[in-house]
Structures are given as C-alpha cells and as structure tokens.
C-alpha cells in the first residue's frame, strides 16, 4: 500500500537524468529492486529523491488496479544487493506497494551527483559535446557511449550525417582522447578525418 505524499512536491528538476527502472518488490516490508543504469550506481545513492515516470514500453506488467505513480519518492535507505540496488521509502510500507512501481523510471537530479575524481566524466555530461581532432577538423557531436566492459568509447556522429553507419567510434583512453573541455563543450581527439 502507498500512502500519500505532502502536499508541497518538489518541481521536477530542469537537470534529471535517467539512472535506473525498478523491477519489482523486494522482501515484504516494502523494499524494492532498481536496476541501475551505471556500473557504479553512485548517482542512486546520493540523492534522498527519486522523480518517477511511467515505462516507455507499454507492455510492463504492473499489478491490477495499481494507481498512477508517485510523481517521486522519498529514500529512506538504499544500498546494493548483487547486481541491483535496492530501496526503500517510508511512503511504500508493503510488499503490494512495491510492486506497485514496477516498471518506473527513476530520474535523479544531476546537480546531485557525487563529484567526479580527475579526468573522470559521467556519460550524461558527455553527450553533444563537439569532437575536433588535434587539425581543428570537426568530426562531430558525441551521441552515445559504448561501454565494452573494458573502457569506453565514444558515438560521434559527423554533422548533416544519420543512422549508425555514419558514426565515428572512438575510444575512450588517453592514447585518443587529448582534452575533455565540459566548459568549452569540446573534445579533442587524435583521430583523422578519414577513420
């Protein structure tokens, strides 16, 4: 069962970003799976405030008769639990409640992430940055990452250009990478104009 929230909600934030979905119930008391989007679901645990929205894809199952999604949560306690996170809110006090979410999206505000160390950048602050290589030839904008498990690598997209086929992939490492510039919205690559 949800019990209702105060009647003073927060806006939603102009800067969310989409770190997980949550899966389904954990336990009875009314703790809750999330599968986060990041290896290292940091993001999760510093915010004391999830923002919820409904699943793109229609097709997640969620109990008969559930209400509408809280508009955010509360977290009380969150923590990891092998490969998912797990969570609860004081507003959620049953296993039904918990199951209730399935399927939600959970947006946290990025100005809530932890500090990224040194050269470290998180994905979100990635995308649309310009990529120029070390001849001030533009090759494009960053529209993805790919993660290979070993680094990453980055999804340029050349301006004017579409679909998958016309991306650059460049890795992620300092052997390419010369220079992330989040303030100039720029990265520098040693990368030619013909790869």
Same mark, same amino acid.
């Given at each position: 069962?949800?019990?209702?929230?105060?009647?003073?909600?927060?806006?939603?934030?102009? =800067?969310?970003?989409?770190?997980?979905?949550?899966?389904?119930?954990?336990?009875?008391?009314?703790?809750?799976?999330?599968?986060?989007?990041?290896?290292?679901?940091?993001?999760?645990?510093?915010?004391?405030?999830?923002?919820?929205?409904?699943?793109?894809?229609?097709?997640?199952?969620?109990?008969?008769?559930?209400?509408?999604?809280?508009?955010?949560?509360?977290?009380?306690?969150?923590?990891?639990?092998?490969?998912?996170?797990?969570?609860?809110?004081? =507003?959620?006090?049953?296993?039904?409640?918990?199951?209730?979410?399935?399927?939600?999206?959970?947006?946290?505000?990025?100005?809530?992430?932890? @500090?990224?160390?040194? =050269?470290?950048?998180?994905?979100? =602050?990635?995308?649309?940055?310009?990529?120029?290589?070390?001849?001030?030839?533009?090759?494009?904008?960053?529209?993805?990452?790919?993660? @290979?498990?070993?680094?990453?690598?980055?999804?340029?997209?050349?301006?004017?250009?579409?679909?998958?086929?016309?991306?650059?992939?460049?890795?992620?490492?300092?052997?390419?990478?010369?220079?992330?510039?989040?303030?100039?919205?720029?990265?520098?690559?040693?990368?030619?104009?013909?790869?």
């Amino acid at each position: 069962m949800t019990q209702p929230t105060s009647a003073a909600e927060p806006a939603w934030p102009d =800067d969310a970003v989409e770190v997980g979905r949550i899966i389904g119930a954990w336990g009875v008391k009314g703790w809750f799976k999330v599968q986060a989007f990041a290896t290292d679901p940091q993001a999760l645990f510093s915010s004391r405030r999830w923002f919820l929205r409904p699943p793109e894809e229609p097709r997640i199952s969620r109990p008969n008769g559930a209400e509408a999604f809280p508009p955010y949560l509360k977290i009380a306690e969150s923590r990891e639990h092998g490969e998912w996170v797990v969570a609860r809110t004081l =507003d959620v006090i049953d296993r039904s409640g918990a199951e209730a979410l399935r399927g939600a999206r959970v947006f946290v505000s990025r100005a809530s992430f932890p @500090t990224a160390g040194a =050269d470290e950048f998180y994905w979100v =602050d990635l995308m649309g940055l310009a990529v120029i290589n070390r001849q001030d030839e533009p090759l494009g904008q960053v529209v993805g990452l790919i993660d @290979t498990g070993a680094h990453s690598v980055l999804r340029v997209l050349p301006e004017g250009a579409q679909g998958e086929a016309a991306e650059r992939l460049i890795p992620f490492v300092a052997q390419y990478i010369d220079e992330v510039s989040l303030e100039q919205r720029r990265v520098r690559v040693d990368w030619g104009l013909d790869f």
